[in-house]
Each structure stands twice: as C-alpha cells, then as structure tokens.
C-alpha cells in the first residue's frame, strides 16, 4: 500500500499546562520550553487559587507560522511507535469538528524529554488546521490524519 501525500498544515499550536505550589515553576517552564524548542520567556503564567486555597499556575504558550512545522515534526517524531499507533487508533477521540487535533503529554516524563501520551497530571497540545483544510471533507481530513501517525 503506498502513502497518499499528506496535506495535514497547522496553523497555529497552543501548550497549556498547570504548576501546583509543590512544584518548581522555574525548573517545569525552562525544561519544558527546551523540550519543545520554544524560548521561555515567550511562556505567558496566570497565577489562581486552588480548591483548597492553594496557588496554581497556568501556563500557556501559542506558537505561530514560521515555528509550528518545525514544533510539530518534533511532537510527532518525539512519540514512541506506541503512542502514536494509540492516537491512529483512538483518532477520532482527538479531533474537534474543526478537525483540531488535540493530545496530552505526561508532565512528568516531559521534564525528563519522554514524550508519552497521558491523561494525568498532562500538558495539553491543541493543533488548529490552516484554513484552506477546513474545505475538505471529513474522509479526507481523516485519511491525512492518519497518513501523518503512521
């Protein structure tokens, strides 16, 4: 069976995480962003009271145009054979009806530059299409998706 050309282009990536009070804010960022290839003081942090009063931190960074194709070779290139045969399975699980593609990554393992798929404790990845994709059909769109996991 031969690859069909993939015509999956984002446009836009946003990476979202919290930092608890227990954890070093500083060490999670700095790591993070160098993980990524990001610069970290491009990171934004919005700091928030916690359930129990206790502070957490959201951090949020958007990556644009000229970043995004080198970011997501690397997220895609950094998951294991595993994960990313999960997210071709399970894909449908991980597109909104703007076929976004959504997926998380295990914080923990992430300081330590393991890209792991993972419901907990997670930095969240959403990939938003370029505009000129949203014209294409949901076969289409599904069939590109998974030409870009394989």
């Known amino acids: 069976m031969t690859k069909s050309k993939n015509i999956v282009k984002f446009r836009t ?8 009070a227990t954890e ?6 700095s790591t993070i962003s160098k993980n990524f290839g ?3 003081k491009e990171f934004q942090i ?3 009271l916690g359930h129990y009063e206790n502070q957490v931190k959201i951090v949020r960074i958007h990556i644009l145009s000229d970043k995004i194709m080198p970011f997501t070779h690397h997220l895609f290139s950094s998951l294991s054979i595993s994960d990313r ?3 071709f399975n399970d894909l449908q699980k991980h597109l909104d009806k703007h076929y976004s593609f ?5 914080k923990q393992l992430l300081i330590n530059n393991i ?18 994709l949203q014209k294409y059909n949901n076969i289409k769109m599904i069939d590109a998706y998974m030409n870009l996991l394989r």
């Open 115 to 132: 890209f792991k798929i993972s419901l907990v404790d997670c930095v969240r990845i959403k990939l938003k299409i370029d505009f000129a």
């Open 46 to 48: 919005k700091d928030y």
């Open 13 to 20: 990536a946003e990476i979202t995480f919290t930092i608890h």
């Open 24 to 29: 070093n804010d500083n060490l999670l960022i």
């Open 85 to 87: 045969k999960n997210l």
């Open 102 to 106: 959504y997926l998380r990554l295990d």
């Open 38 to 40: 990001l610069p970290s």
